[in-house]
Antibody
Framework: EVQLQESGPGLVKPSQSLSLTCSVT????????WGWIRKFPGNKMEWMGY???????IYNPSLKSRISISRDTSKNQFFLQLNSVTTEDTATYYC????????????WGPGTMVTVSS | DIVLTQSPALAVSLGQRATLSCRASQSVSISTYNLMHWYQQKPGQQPKLLIY???NLASGIPARFSGSGSGTDFTLTINPVQADDIATYYC?????????FGAGTNLELK
């Protein structure tokens, strides 16, 4: 079965960069599309962007100047980098796989909580 | 961006029907494809796909969950509600990027 697992620092200082890894098992990231989503305290969910099977990316315009998604196919991992973070970037970050042809997330990682604080 | 509006909370009794709504600020349908999806999230867990393309039950999801709708108005129905269904439910559209989520509906016991 497809499994995803996020990893990275749980605490980041303001103005620094947030870097997370999503490790995928049971499926190759050279197929399908793979996304990052975050959930803020209070329930709001934000779609951040995705990387596709060939390495192409699409980002949420609200983050476009700060976000980068990349991958390492040899390790079957993809990555999120978010620059110049503020306390408003405190959230639980999820990676997920887009299933099928209609852009729904069918497999999710358990999520990793990231706090931005000095 | 397409804005999805959900009621913040819905209180139901066990064994009764729950009807959750999601309204989009513009149509999320293309031809016969309704690009609205529903997820369930319990505290401390990741979201779980329930319904894709408005009315298709995801793998392993009980038949008491169903979805309907087209254009801008969509509904998730749980009938009958069981104790395990107490959770937050999100709709998400994939008609256009960014693939926005609704604010979620907290399903509560009456």
């Amino acid at each position: 079965e497809v499994q995803l697992q996020e990893s990275g620092p749980g605490l980041v200082k303001p103005s620094q960069s947030l870097s997370l890894t999503c490790s995928v098992t049971g499926y190759s990231i050279t197929s399908n599309y793979w996304g990052w989503i975050r959930k803020f305290p209070g329930n709001k969910m934000e779609w951040m962007g995705y990387i596709n099977y060939s390495g192409g990316t699409i980002y949420n315009p609200s983050l476009k100047s700060r976000i980068s998604i990349s991958r390492d196919t040899s390790k079957n991992q993809f990555f999120l980098q978010l620059n110049s973070v503020t306390t408003e970037d405190t959230a639980t970050y999820y990676c997920a796989r887009y299933g099928g042809n209609f852009w729904y997330f069918d497999f999710w990682g358990p999520g990793t909580m990231v706090t931005v604080s000095s | 961006d397409i804005v999805l509006t959900q009621s913040p909370a819905l209180a139901v009794s066990l064994g009764q029907r729950a009807t959750l709504s999601c309204r989009a600020s513009q149509s999320v349908s293309i031809s016969t494809y309704n690009l609205m999806h529903w997820y369930q999230q319990k505290p401390g867990q990741q979201p779980k796909l329930l319904i894709y393309r408005a009315s298709n039950l995801a793998s392993g999801i009980p038949a008491r969950f169903s979805g309907s709708g087209s254009g801008t108005d969509f509904t998730l129905t749980i009938n009958p509600v069981q104790a395990d269904d107490i959770a937050t439910y999100y709709c998400q559209q994939s008609r256009e990027s960014p693939h926005t989520f609704g604010a979620g509906t907290n399903l509560e016991l009456k």
